[in-house]
T-cell receptor, first 111, second 113 residues
Framework: QKEVEQNSGPLSVPEGAIASLNCTYS??????FFWYRQYSGKSPELIMS????GDKEDGRFTAQLNKASQYVSLLIRDSQPSDSATYLC???????????FGTGTRLKVLA | GAGVSQTPSNKVTEKGKYVELRCDPI?????LYWYRQSLGQGPEFLIY????????DSGLPNDRFFAVRPEGSVSTLKIQRTERGDSAVYLC???????????FGPGTRLTVT
């Protein structure tokens, strides 16, 4: 079992819709969770961090964390074609400070 | 302010050669990380520095890989006797401290021919 799992996609959504990206992790002691956006040929760009159970909103983005289910998600409201990218989930596991990344989910927002 | 910078942006080298990749972190960031990313994969951890010392080098694939950060700022990743399998994008990230959010540089694309 991979430590951080994401569906590789592509996930296709129409412009203006809500895109829902999901991530599960295996280390139950993980405390810190991050979402990065990566455009093709570019480096990862931090979107959000979340540390506590529940929802955290920032503009069109909402991160959701459920530690009991070992699940973190990212919702993108009013999706735009410019949101088309790969979204990487990163987790800091127990006893460490390094990120473990998922393989990323490719999102395509159709105009 | 200035973000993380990495040089060179691209490096093509022949199998068996030695390469050095440089990372200049965000000013004031004490934690520095090296990752490697292959096509279609998430970044893979290599090594992490807190200040001048390597706090965790468990991701270095073998003894051909070595990294230094002598003054607690700029870091250099060194690869000896390069192999074709070393071809990847090498990413550097820094954070204010070891718990902080990590910010990535633009990466160095290494191609070993």
């Amino acid at each position: 079992q991979k430590e951080v799992e994401q569906n590789s996609g592509p996930l296709s959504v129409p412009e203006g819709a809500i895109a829902s990206l999901n991530c599960t992790y295996s280390d139950r002691g993980s405390q810190s969770f991050f979402w990065y956006r990566q455009y093709s040929g570019k480096s990862p760009e931090l979107i959000m961090s979340i540390y506590s159970n529940g929802d955290k909103e920032d503009g069109r983005f909402t991160a959701q964390l459920n530690k009991a289910s070992q699940y973190v998600s990212l919702l993108i409201r009013d999706s735009q074609p410019s949101d088309s990218a790969t979204y990487l989930c990163a987790v800091i596991g127990s006893g460490t400070y390094k990120y473990i990344f998922g393989t990323g989910t490719r999102l395509k927002v159709l105009a | 302010g200035a973000g993380v910078s990495q040089t060179p942006s691209n490096k093509v080298t022949e199998k068996g050669k030695y390469v050095e990749l440089r990372c200049d972190p965000i000013s004031g960031h004490t934690a520095l990380y090296w990752y490697r990313q292959s096509l279609g994969q998430g970044p893979e951890f290599l090594i992490y520095f807190q200040g001048t010392g390597a706090a965790d080098d468990s991701g270095l694939p073998n003894d051909r890989f070595f990294a230094v950060r002598p003054e607690g700022s700029v870091s250099t990743l060194k690869i000896q006797r390069t192999e074709r399998g070393d071809s990847a994008v090498y990413l550097c990230a820094s954070s204010l401290n070891f718990r902080g959010e990590k910010y990535f540089g633009p990466g160095t694309r290494l191609t070993v021919t």
